[in-house]
């Protein structure tokens, strides 16, 4: 026989065990935070997540990210705090190409970026159009966003990948470094290939000209003094 005290001590356990039902007024309020929460992560997506699913190619030693604009310099966040990736058709439209037309000096709008030495480079380069083509191996638009140039860095012929999101204006939708004349991608992809060889895009303002010319030519240089 089970002692009286045993018996209620486990007869209210019992109870105790019950599934407990919900309420119409509770399971109202469940759904609605719910839809509240699946609302509020529809209204922030997320930019990087939508730059890895892309199904283009991303360059992951360069990604489309913050640290491939600034690299060690906190102080530009604040700057560049407006800028957003994006591809040639979401700033050019359709019908875009590496080279339009002629290769020409003209070509070369200078943005916000200050490498002024690396452009005089490019410029200068093409007075004579095979040089600026020689450094290519991709030559025309890729459907896969991939881009490939060769350049000699410290006296090495070096195969140089990129893809082609460019750093842009959030507002404009424009790039905000150096661009084409037209709807052509040779002088910002030539940027961003030279600024992935140094790390970042903060890294390559202010150099000097006569490296910029070995290292897309191969060819030694003089420089010289005048009065």
Known sequence: QIDPRIESILHTEIKDD????TTKGEESSKELDSRNNKHTQEKQPNPQKEIISSNKFVDKEF????Q???GENIL????WAHVTWLRPEEFYGKDFKVFYEAIEPNDIKQGELGDCYFLSTLA???EQPKRIENIFVTKEVNPEGRYTMRMCIMGEWTEITVDDYFPCDSITKQPIFTRGNEKELWVLLLEKAWAKVFGSYDKIEAGI???CLHDLTGA???YYFTD
Request: charged fraction near 30%; glycine fraction near 0%.
């Open 18 to 21: 019950k599934p407990r039902t």
């Open 63 to 66: 990604p489309p990210s913050l």
């Open 68 to 70: 491939s604009l600034i």
């Open 76 to 79: 530009r966040k604040v700057q």
């Open 124 to 126: 200068s380069l093409a």
């Open 209 to 211: 000209t006569r490296e």
């Open 220 to 222: 030694p240089t003089k």
